[in-house]
C-alpha cells in the first residue's frame, strides 16, 4: 500500500483476471495512511491488542483517509490499468451492517471499550453482484454503520473474510509481506504449501501463528466458514502469484476447509 511501484503491479495483475472474466471484489484497509492523518491532527492513538481504540473524532479522520483516499487512489490505478472500478465501503448499498465490537483484553480478561470499533454483523452482496454481472470490479473499504447509523472502523481483514464468504468466493486471497504460513517465521523453507483450516487452530496455540498474521488467518476461517470455497495466504510482493492461484498453481499458502 505504502509502495507505489508495487501496488501498481498489483493493481495491473488483478486488473488482468478480471479482464479475463474474473469476478475479482478488493477489500482494504489503510493503517499506514490512517496513523499519518491522526497524527497531522494531532490524535492520539491507542492501541489494545492490535486494535486501533478509535473515538468519534478519530472515526471522523479514519473514514475520511479510508474512502477519500485510499479507495479514491485504488479506483483511479484500477481505470487506468483498463478495468472499470467502483469505490464503495460497507455503507454503500447496507452491504455491511456492522455491530461494536466488544473487546476482552488479553492479559487481564477485562471488557474494554475500543470506541467506534466494529465487527461485521452481516453482509447483503445484493449490490457487488450487480456490479460484477455488469462488468465492474467493486473496491471496498472497511467502513460500515450499524442499524442505528453510527459509524466503525472495522479490521479489513476481518471485513473482507465475511464478504468473500457471503459472494461464496472460490477463492479468498489475503495480501501480505511473506510467503504464506511457515512452521518457523525465519525459514521460508519451512513453508506451509496447504493445510485444513481445524489445523490452524493447532498452529495459533503453539505460538507459529503469531502477530499481524494471526487477523488474517481469523478471516481465512471466517471466509471459509461462511461459505467461501478457499483461502490463500499470499506474498503480495510477487504480483504474479495472483494469476497463478487462479490458474491452479501453487502459490503461498492454501487453506481448505
Known sequence: MTDESLK??????????SA??????????????????????????????????TSHEAMHLVEITLKGRVNTNLVTL????????????????????????????????????LGQVGDVEKVNPLLINNLLDNGFLPVLTCVAADNR????????DLFAGYVAGALR???????????????????????????????LVKL???GVIQGGMIPKIDACIVALKEGAVEAHILNGT????????????????????
Open 204 to 206: 495459533k496455540a503453539t
Open 78 to 113: 484500477f481505470n487506468r490499468a483498463g478495468a472499470k472500478a467502483v469505490g464503495l465501503s460497507g455503507k454503500d448499498g447496507q452491504v455491511v451492517t456492522a455491530k461494536k465490537r466488544i473487546h476482552i483484553e488479553s492479559n487481564t480478561g477485562r471488557e474494554v471499550d
Open 149 to 156: 447509523g453510527i459509524d466503525y472502523n472495522i479490521n479489513g
Open 238 to 257: 510477487k504480483p504474479d502469484d495472483l494469476e497463478r492461484i487462479i490458474e491452479k498453481d501453487k502459490a503461498g499458502t492454501a487453506i481448505l476447509k
Open 20 to 53: 479475463k472474466g474474473e469476478r475479482v471484489v478488493i477489500v482494504h484497509g489503510g493503517g499506514p495512511f490512517i496513523k499519518e492523518a491522526l497524527a497531522e491532527a494531532q490524535i492520539d492513538s491507542e492501541f489494545i491488542d492490535g486494535q486501533r481504540k
Open 169 to 199: 468466493a472460490d477463492h479468498f486471497v489475503v495480501l501480505t509481506d511473506v510467503d504464506g504460513i511457515m512452521m518457523d517465521k525465519d525459514d521460508p523453507e519451512t513453508l506451509i504449501k496447504k493445510i485444513e483450516s481445524g489445523e
Open 8 to 17: 501498481e503491479k498489483i493493481v495491473n495483475s488483478i486488473s488482468r483476471l
